[in-house]
């Protein structure tokens, strides 16, 4: 079965760094999307980023514009395996982190950040003095 499991997360001051990985299995992986989201408490669930398949002709990456310039995702095919970078971190930043991927193939990443049905169990970060 489809299984994705982040970790990377922990306690950090701001302006530190972390990286996220997140390990997938049970799907071939090199065909999917993945992104990341965030939830802090109290709020909604925010997309953050989404990297598509390299085998997707018009593939991209995209960034929310809370972490633009400041994460960063990233993708082993080989390995099954997708990273979120994480720079210049803010207490702001603090939630619990999730992969997800599409249950459609060469799904393009967009602002849109829909139709996720695969989720991991996050990863919990903290950002704080």
């Known amino acids: 079965q489809v299984q994705l499991v982040e970790s990377g997360g922990g306690l950090v001051q701001p302006g530190e760094s972390l990286r996220l990985s997140c390990a997938a299995s049970?799907?071939?992986?090199?065909?999917?999307?993945v992104g990341w989201f965030r939830q802090a408490p109290g709020k909604e669930r925010e997309g953050i980023s989404c990297i598509s398949s390299l085998k997707t002709s018009n593939g991209g990456i995209y960034y929310a514009d809370s972490v633009r310039g400041r994460f960063t995702i990233s993708r082993d095919d080989e390995k099954n395996m997708v990273y979120l970078q994480m720079n210049s971190l803010k207490p702001e930043d603090t939630g619990i982190y999730f992969c997800?991927?599409?249950?459609?193939?060469?799904?393009?990443?967009?602002?849109?950040?829909?139709?996720?049905?695969?989720w991991g169990q996050g990863t919990q970060v903290t950002v704080a003095s």
């Open positions: 997800a991927t599409p249950s459609a193939t060469y799904y393009y990443c967009s602002g849109y950040m829909v139709g996720y049905d695969y």
């Open positions: 049970g799907f071939p992986f090199d065909s999917y999307a």
